[in-house]
């Protein structure tokens, strides 16, 4: 299994981020990826990752649908691609959150699984160099094609929650990138997607892990709460954390089971059921815990010391 990196810390210049970066390529991490928000802009931030890195590879993990057209997304993804070379760039998109979709992007994200389908068919098209015409119910374009070709392939990749938009991702995309999940709900995910009939084609099953590492557990475990209270404002999260059994309601509780927290040696002992889990790549997403920030988690955890 692949080991990647998750880095969003809006307290961090760009320059601390894409030291963190160059770090974390050197301990041996496969993948470096930034979700979009209303802090960082995704690919500025990972062309500055390309000039400063040689191997690892590049992802927006993910950026939501309303913030930019299946055309400036493109666009975005092959200038990574150009700075970053061959086979480096990862275009990970998902549908966001509606309520941030419209108080922030005066997005109507009514139909989340339709926006994404018509996302990825335009996106499609235009990264093969096609001129491409689509009337969705979300998106559309007319003869648009891509002018820039970069050299090999960007890969799409889907975040993903419930199973409707993993078999869109199936049959639309190259890959999926799960979220908030236990070990065993990522086992039987994976297990589940490999039964579908992909023929020789390349699908790639990867998946975030929330890890706060601190020598003081307690600290660590309180960070990884909040950060898992943020997300169960949405109702999509709250279903998602139901249906693995979990009460969204009794957070202390379900974040035992939904990330990793504690001093390095735990954080290591306790990241061995999902190396087992049979993903293709694991990321791991720090959560910075005070003065240490991001970089004990990526340090502690890193391909290196498996």
Same mark, same amino acid.
């Given at each position: 299994?692949?080991?990647?990196?998750? #880095?969003?810390?809006? $307290? #961090? $210049?760009?320059?601390?981020?894409?030291?963190?970066?160059?770090?974390? !390529?050197?301990?041996? =991490? /496969?993948?470096?990826?930034?979700?979009? $928000?209303?802090?960082?802009?995704? @690919?500025?931030?990972?062309? *500055?990752?390309?000039?400063?890195?040689?191997?690892?590879? #590049? *992802?927006? *993990?993910?950026?939501?649908? =309303?913030? &930019?057209?299946?055309?400036?997304?493109?666009? *975005?993804?092959? $200038?990574?691609?150009?700075?970053?070379?061959?086979g480096r760039m990862v275009l990970?998109?998902?549908?966001? /959150?509606?309520?941030?979709?419209?108080? /922030? @992007?005066? @997005?109507?994200?009514?139909?989340? #699984? !339709?926006a994404v389908s018509d996302y990825l068919k335009i996106v499609r098209e235009l990264r093969h160099g096609r001129r491409v015409t689509h009337h969705g119910k979300v998106f559309s374009v007319e003869g648009a094609r891509l002018g820039l070709h970069a050299a090999g392939p960007i890969w799409t990749v889907v975040g993903a929650l419930g199973p409707r938009m993993?078999?869109?991702?199936v049959h639309e995309a190259d890959g999926v990138l799960l979220n908030w999940a236990t070990a065993s709900h990522l086992r039987s995910t994976a297990t589940w997607l490999r039964g579908f009939d992909l023929g020789a084609a390349f699908f790639h099953i990867a998946a975030y892990v929330r890890v706060a590492v601190s020598s003081d557990p307690a600290v660590a475990r309180n960070v990884l709460a909040e950060d898992l209270g943020q997300y169960l404002r949405h109702p999509a =999260?709250? &279903? /998602?954390?139901?249906?693995?059994?979990?009460?969204p309601d009794d957070v202390s509780s379900a974040v035992n089971h939904l990330g990793i927290a504690g001093d390095p040696q735990q954080c290591r002992e306790a990241l061995k059921p999902y190396l087992s889990s049979g993903l293709d790549e694991l990321v791991i997403r720090p959560v910075p815990v005070g003065d240490q920030g991001i970089g004990a988690a990526v340090e502690a955890l890193a391909p290196a010391y498996q």
């Open positions: 299994m692949e080991l990647g990196v998750s #880095l969003v810390d809006p $307290s #961090l $210049s760009s320059r601390q981020l894409t030291d963190v970066v160059v770090r974390a !390529e050197r301990l041996g =991490y /496969h993948a470096a990826w930034t979700n979009e $928000s209303i802090h960082r802009e995704a @690919f500025s931030t990972l062309a *500055g990752w390309a000039a400063a890195t040689s191997r690892i590879r #590049l *992802g927006t *993990g993910v950026a939501p649908v =309303y913030i &930019r057209s299946p055309m400036a997304a493109i666009m *975005g993804a092959a $200038s990574v691609a150009m700075a970053a070379g061959p990970g998109i998902g549908s966001g /959150h509606p309520l941030i979709a419209r108080s /922030h @992007f005066g @997005f109507d994200l009514s139909s989340p #699984l !339709e993993m078999e869109l991702a =999260y709250r &279903r /998602h954390v139901e249906k693995q059994g979990l009460d």
